[in-house]
């Protein structure tokens, strides 16, 4: 792949950092060991024409590489491991293990953990979400148990890193904020294994400069 593009905020709230999804996308990328530019939008731009047409609900990740379009984390990481054989094995039966893993990461893994993001960020101190709180950690302790379950005695998801481990990785992410994962030894040690690839490394660095640069200026 060649001219590859990838949007992001060009600023977020101290408790959004180093969690907006573009990081799967420039994390795959450096992991394929493909070059890229990033691009930044605020607020205004999410709401622009121009930026509908890459991405219809106005989020980032938006993608584009040799003039072709992509949205969605998911879609954007697996389209980047399909050439990448650090990403995506080329064994037929491990590729689809891999492909199992990455939808596991989005669809049942993530959605709970990012409910209770947005119970404890967003609604915080509201009553509703007092009394709702107890049964979403359930939730979300019973994908971490299974996880950790799965991942005791291995290093990755599969027998090796792969684009699975990325939108596996960065979904307990979105729970730093509570000892959830620290729960769950295994699953921990998994996380924190990952986050200590260079790649991911450098590209949470770098994403988080972006944020100081831009920061508002208070009044």
Same mark, same amino acid.
């Given at each position: ?137 359930? #939730? ?74 831009? #920061?508002?200026?208070? #009044?």
């Amino acid at each position: 792949m060649n001219e590859i593009m990838v949007w992001g905020f060009r600023w977020v709230p101290p408790f959004a950092q180093g969690l907006v999804r573009d990081l799967r996308v420039r994390w795959a990328l450096e992991e394929a060991g493909c070059p890229y530019e990033v691009r930044l939008i605020d607020a205004d731009d999410r709401k622009s024409t121009a930026y509908l047409l890459r991405q219809p609900f106005g989020m980032v990740p938006a993608f584009e590489a040799d003039g072709r379009g992509l949205f969605e984390s998911g879609a954007i990481v697996y389209f980047i491991a399909t050439d990448s054989t650090v990403l995506m094995p080329i064994d037929p039966r491990e590729r689809a293990n891999v492909l199992t893993w990455m939808f596991a990461a989005l669809n049942t893994v993530e959605p709970p953990i990012q409910n209770l993001l947005d119970m404890d960020l967003l609604h915080d101190g509201e009553t509703w979400a007092k009394l709702r709180r107890p049964a979403v950690v359930d #939730a979300v302790n019973l994908r971490l148990e299974a996880l950790s379950a799965w991942l005791a005695g291995r290093d990755y998801l599969i027998h090796r890193f792969t684009a699975a481990d990325i939108l596996m990785t960065t979904a307990p992410r979105f729970i730093r904020h509570t000892d959830l994962v620290a729960e769950f030894p295994v699953l921990d040690a998994y996380v924190k294994r990952c986050e200590a690839r260079p790649a991911f490394q450098k590209v949470l660095r770098n994403q988080m400069a972006e944020y100081t640069r831009n #920061a508002p200026v208070a #009044a």
